[in-house]
């Protein structure tokens, strides 16, 4: 059987309350109303809330007030403001802060069916889909990495088998493939994951300040050493110690920490007493190792004692079916993080990150979604959103050079509203963003609705 | 056409209807903004008249209603409670500027009245496109459904009302 909708009408007059609650219960659905914002928030937790119809000005908690709230205790629950008097720039605000809809009362009924039913149908579609979709993950995750590409999941595989070994690890890969994400996760995955997780940046530092950084050292071990200092290698204890970029550091430390991982302990700076070393070792490297030693700026004998397990991760331009996985990644957590509301990308702005080539792999990814995030004005990533380099050669409008954004999206709106007939919803949901950003659109660009002449 | 809706009712529901006396419409209900009647304060100067041996009482008002959310309602019930109302105004041919058809507004009437008492009954809208409980917001969609309720709603109906049914051996 079909599990019972549930709707929560908040307004403060009572007339409104019961007319609507009517209405709404003539048509199947679980009503309940509440008088003002405070009385409503009482109410969040008794169901589970499929709707709720805000009206926009109450006395004390309005409806966007009302709105966050609701918003950040009941996320899956959909709001409606409803108000008698419509100014766009509310609108607009309502949408933006994540309200599904805002309705000028009186409504059409037949739009307010067609609204609450579209809602409803979304929202069992979310679900199942968030069900697919966990289920899905499940396989593909490890810890805060995703991928579906088979050499990953292999690497994911052997990192659940290496976790629980001491050895040594070294991680090879371009810059922003995930190298110490991987490193982390072997890390969580192992027994000592309640254990300290510390990195070092070996590229970051000069010879001198590295060797201290990683051993620490004595008082008086040189100039300005007015107090004894633990090292990293000493604070990472019984965890892992994580060295980054072990392929930048200098031949006389490489030595160093040869001598260092044989013998498995090590004497601070300017100190005397040897400390055994408790943690496990993973290094990582964006460098071509095989070829700083050809060139001999890195120490074979090195190589081999960091080398016993191996891993090395593809870049993204090899593994491109990673690409929509990261996406939809990204996509969820800058939504936690940025407080938004973004559902996807279009299919147009999908297919150029799929064309590029992301040098900078996960990380330019990560990035390109970032800024998308923050300038998008819908709940959907446009091409526009994307600061990609247009690959050359790209099929697009002859005549689109030289022309303004503003002049292509005004071009671009009028088109797609003529192909729809000037179907305000369908054009608005084919240009991915909302209603009221639509209408502000036709408004700034004067778009007018042509005769269609009959040939 | 009341007593013509009297019969029909009657015989629909096979339990006795009367025609009670005019009421006038209650003042409060009217909008000035809107030039419309608020539906749900007419239903409650409604309920006030219900006779004590009635089960349901069915307001029939030649006005054009509405709540506040909704540009226009053509009637109004309590969901499995006593009172309903049904307006006249857009069921009437003039009202979309075509020539007066009382046979068109007898059978948008019955099918309207029918679909509110379906309501006082308990009933919710049917997906049914046939059945008189579809949801309709426009009288092309009250002019497509058909005039009766659909196997499911007819056999809770018949369950609803089973109380107060006239049994045949007993009719006049
Ligand atoms: N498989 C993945 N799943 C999810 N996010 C990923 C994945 N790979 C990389 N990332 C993202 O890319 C970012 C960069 O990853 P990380 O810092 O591990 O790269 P790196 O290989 O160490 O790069 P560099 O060589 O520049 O230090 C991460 O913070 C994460 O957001
Ligand atoms: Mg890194
Ligand atoms: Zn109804
Ligand atoms: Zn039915």
Redesign the interface.
């Known amino acids: 059987m079909e599990s019972k909708v549930n709707i929560l009408i908040v307004d403060d007059e009572e007339i409104v309350r019961e007319s609507l609650a009517s209405w709404l219960g003539e048509d199947g659905y679980e009503v309940a109303a509440a008088e003002n914002g405070a009385r409503a928030l009482e109410r969040l937790p008794e169901r589970d809330w499929n709707l709720a119809m805000v009206d926009l000005k109450m006395p004390g908690m309005d409806g966007i007030q009302l709105m966050d709230e609701i918003r950040k205790t009941r996320p899956e629950t959909i709001v409606i403001i409803m108000t008698a008097y419509a100014t766009v720039d509310t609108a607009v605000q309502a949408m933006k802060k994540g309200a599904y809809d805002y309705i000028v009362k009186p409504f059409n009924p037949e739009d307010l069916s067609m609204t609450i039913r579209k809602i409803i149908e979304h929202q069992k579609l979310v679900k199942e889909n968030l069900y697919l979709r966990k289920e899905l993950k499940k396989q593909y995750r490890l810890h805060d990495m995703v991928s579906k590409n088979h050499k990953m999941i292999e690497i994911f595989d052997l990192v659940k088998t290496v976790a629980k070994s001491n050895s040594i690890v070294l991680v090879q890969g371009e810059s922003g493939t995930g190298k110490e994400l991987l490193s982390r996760a072997i890390h969580m995955e192992s027994p000592r994951k309640d254990e300290p997780f510390v990195s070092v940046s070996c590229a970051a530092l000069t010879e001198n300040l590295l060797e201290s950084e990683l051993f620490g050292y004595e008082k008086g071990a040189f100039t300005g050493a007015d107090q004894a200092r633990s090292g990293k290698m000493e604070l990472a204890k019984d965890g892992t110690l994580f060295l980054d970029e072990i392929g930048d550091i200098s031949l006389k430390l490489q030595m160093d920490l040869l001598r260092v991982i044989e013998q498995r302990e090590f004497r601070r700076v300017g100190g005397t007493q040897l400390i055994p070393i408790t943690s496990r070792i993973i290094a990582a490297t964006n460098r071509d190792l095989k070829k700083a030693i050809e060139e001999g700026k890195f120490r074979e004998d090195l190589y081999y004692r960091l080398n016993v397990i191996s891993i090395h991760i593809p870049p993204l331009r090899e593994r491109k079916e990673d690409i929509p996985l990261l996406v939809e990644h990204f996509l969820d957590r800058f939504n936690i993080e940025m407080g938004k509301n973004v559902d996807g990308v279009a299919e147009s702005a999908m297919r150029l990150l799929m064309e590029h080539d992301w040098p900078g792999n996960a990380r330019e990814l990560r990035n390109v979604i970032e800024r998308a995030m923050v300038v998008t004005k819908g709940r959907m990533i446009l091409d526009a959103d994307l600061s990609l380099p247009r690959p050359s050669g790209v099929p697009g409008a002859p005549d689109s050079r030289g022309k303004s954004l503003a002049e292509m999206e005004k071009e671009h709106i009028r088109q797609v509203l003529q192909e729809n007939r000037w179907n305000i919803i369908r054009s608005a949901h084919i240009l991915g963003i909302d209603r009221v950003t639509l209408y502000n659109k036709i408004r700034k660009y004067e778009l007018k609705k042509e005769p269609v002449l009959n040939t | 056409m009341l007593r013509k809706l009297q019969v029909h009712l009657r015989d629909t529901f096979s339990v006795p209807a009367r025609i009670m006396k005019t009421m006038s419409v209650p003042e409060g209900s009217y909008e000035r903004s809107?030039n419309q009647y608020?539906?749900?304060?007419i239903l409650r100067e409604i309920l006030k008249e219900t006779p004590p041996d009635a089960i349901k009482i069915l307001g029939i008002v030649d006005r054009d209603l509405?709540?506040?959310?909704?540009?226009?309602?053509f009637g109004?019930?309590?969901?499995g409670g006593v009172a309903s109302i049904v307006a006249l105004a857009r069921l009437r041919q003039e009202f979309y500027g075509l020539s007066p058809d009382d046979g068109i507004l007898f059978e948008r009437l019955c099918k309207e009245t029918l679909h509110e008492l379906g309501?006082n009954f308990g009933l919710?809208?049917c997906n049914d496109r046939e059945c008189i409980m579809y949801?309709s917001?426009?009288v092309r969609d009250v002019d497509r459904k058909g005039t009766t309720y659909c196997g499911s709603c007819d056999s809770v109906l018949y369950l609803k009302t089973d109380p107060w049914r006239v049994q045949p051996w007993n009719r006049r």
């Open positions: 809107r608020n539906s749900t304060r509405c709540i506040p959310i909704l540009t226009f309602v109004e019930a309590q969901l309501h919710i809208h949801l917001n426009t």
